[in-house]
């Protein structure tokens, strides 16, 4: 157990790995919050009857993007590792099974994977929360009024932290993240059905 705790140590304290991490958890992040803001306006205004129905839906959503974030990122870091190792055991003229080298490349794909699979995970889960509530506490479009501002705050939240780790203004990129949120829900309003 104390390995596995200095390697991935090791790997996070490897800027190459928090980098590329971070962008799978962003990218995909957005990617399930704007779908769930979709889903939520879409549900409620297709006469979804209940909050729990909502839940549902986004729960399925949430499964297939998970999976797809966790199973493609963990095929394309597999064939970008090994495409790496091979430039380097050319250049080195040797073997690099079973070194350290292989184990931190295999370690950084699982750590890829898992923030790739955080990221919608977050971005569905938060925004559904208010159905949990309707009926008791809130309506159902009190419920996706508010889960659509917890949408736009969450990916505010994406761009303010990626605006401040690029020196950027922060607001400035959480207005802009922030923006696509409303975007969609508009969108989906107007939307014939």
């Known amino acids: 157990m104390a390995s596995i705790r200095r390697a991935l140590r090791r790997l996070l304290g490897d800027e190459d790995v928090r980098s590329i991490s971070r962008r799978y958890f962003v990218s995909n992040g957005f990617d399930g919050t704007l779908t769930c803001i979709g889903v939520v306006v879409g549900s409620v205004l297709s006469g979804v009857p209940d909050g729990l129905t909502v839940v549902k839906i986004g729960l399925g959503a949430a499964v297939g993007l998970c999976t797809s974030a966790v199973w493609s ?19 080195m003229l040797v073997d690099l099974d079973d070194t350290r080298i292989q184990r931190d490349r295999q370690g950084a794909r699982l750590v890829h994977a898992t923030m790739s699979g955080l990221g919608p995970l977050i971005g569905v889960l938060v925004p559904l929360s208010p159905f949990g509530l309707e009926g008791a506490v ?28 690029s020196g950027q203004r922060w607001y400035v990129a959480a207005l802009r993240m922030a923006l696509a949120g409303l ?3 508009v969108v989906n309003v107007f939307l014939p059905g």
């Open 138 to 165: 809130l309506s159902m479009v009190e419920s996706a009024l508010v889960a659509v501002a917890l949408g736009i705050g969450i990916l505010g939240v994406f761009g303010a932290y990626m605006g401040s780790i």
């Open 73 to 91: 990122v963990w095929e394309i870091e597999r064939a970008e590792t090994r495409a790496e190792i091979l430039r380097m055991e050319r250049a």
């Open 183 to 185: 975007v969609v829900a």
